[in-house]
């Protein structure tokens, strides 16, 4: 099981597609104090992996001293970063805390759409820089690539480029309008281009010799089957099952992309909010409907739930419009 806290909202970048429309701290953020506590009930509820993440989770002054203490209790303390504050010093202070992965976003090999996409001139530079600093104090990492129309065809070679680098994984997170990302929606795939690229994002993970993972695009899992190609991912939507997020002023949401609320962690503990909420409780049921409900590969697929609320007013249970499969659309294998 994993949890992801959104540490703050505060950010030195301004990416077009950010879900939590990061860029200023709030005055309501979880305090030292409470994150503490909250770390506590994290590893309460049996939660194994921890993901800090934000806005850019590196700008909470004391992130080395609740990555210490996440690892204290037993948690596996791992991040969601752009990359572009870490320097060596801060990667070696990272790895002390017991920090276990970096997961750094790379949106493109050419430096000037990442630049644009991530809303700073230099952050392909200092990504490079970040991937450098934790390669050169033994700090694993993954890359994390959002993916676009724009960047569609350079998706494949951007995983070459994190076995390039040494990268323990690559990640493929596809486009859900919510926070600015609704100012960009008319990038998102079609329907059948999203299908093309899950087959080639599958046919990829075959040939290389690291984790690949489409994220928010869980038929990746019946892709996978479809094509017999091989994969240690067997569930595609974890949202309110093995996976939940902690917003920065604590209220708890199925996933970054879901507006639900399940529960305030300064009301409740976490861990029975984990356990207890309506929300969690329902999702729990896998009772969908639509083609989400009658399809063959529900077990392991389950839709997302993130866009079936966003595309059926707010309905988590709804079928995911955005499966080939389920539209009883025939897509080629490329």
Request: hydrophobic share 40%; proline share 4%.
């Amino acid at each position: 099981m994993l949890v992801s806290w959104m540490t703050t909202n505060r950010c030195n970048l301004k990416c077009a597609h950010c879900y939590q429309d990061a860029e200023e701290a709030t005055d309501k953020e979880l305090t030292t104090k409470e994150g503490m506590r909250l770390i506590d009930q994290i590893a309460a509820a049996g939660f194994k992996v921890m993901i800090f993440s934000g806005g850019e989770p590196l700008m909470r002054p004391d992130i080395y001293d609740l990555v210490a203490h996440a690892r204290e209790v037993g948690l596996c303390p791992v991040f969601g970063s752009n990359g572009t504050l870490i320097t060596p010093e801060v990667a070696r202070r990272l790895k002390d805390a017991g920090a276990c992965a970096m997961g750094i976003s790379v949106d493109s090999l050419d430096p000037e759409k990442h630049d644009r996409f991530r809303g700073l001139d230099n952050a392909f530079e200092l990504t490079r820089a970040g991937i450098e600093a934790c390669k050169s104090v033994g700090l694993p990492f993954q890359l994390h690539t959002t993916v676009v129309d724009w960047n569609r065809d350079e998706v494949c070679a951007i995983t070459d480029f994190a076995v390039e680098v040494g990268a323990m994984a690559h990640y493929i997170f596809f486009l859900i309008p919510v926070g600015r990302g609704k100012f960009i929606q008319e990038t998102s795939l079609e329907v059948e281009e999203n299908e093309r690229l899950l087959q080639d994002i599958m046919r990829k993970s075959a040939e290389v010799p690291i984790d690949v993972k489409p994220t928010c695009a869980p038929q990746f899992t019946r892709v996978a089957k479809q094509l017999d190609v091989p994969t240690r991912f067997d569930r595609g939507c974890l949202a309110g099952l093995t996976y939940c997020i902690i917003g920065s002023e604590g209220i708890v949401r199925p996933c970054a992309y879901m507006t639900e609320e399940a529960g305030d962690v300064r009301q409740q503990p976490f861990d029975e909010i984990w356990r207890t909420s309506p929300v969690f409780e329902r999702l729990r049921t896998r009772a969908y409907s639509g083609a989400c409900g009658t399809c063959d590969f529900a077990e392991g697929c389950g839709g997302c739930r993130a866009r079936a609320a966003y595309y059926h007013d707010g309905d988590i249970m709804a079928q995911d419009d955005y499966c080939a499969h389920g539209l009883g659309l025939s897509v080629e294998a490329c």
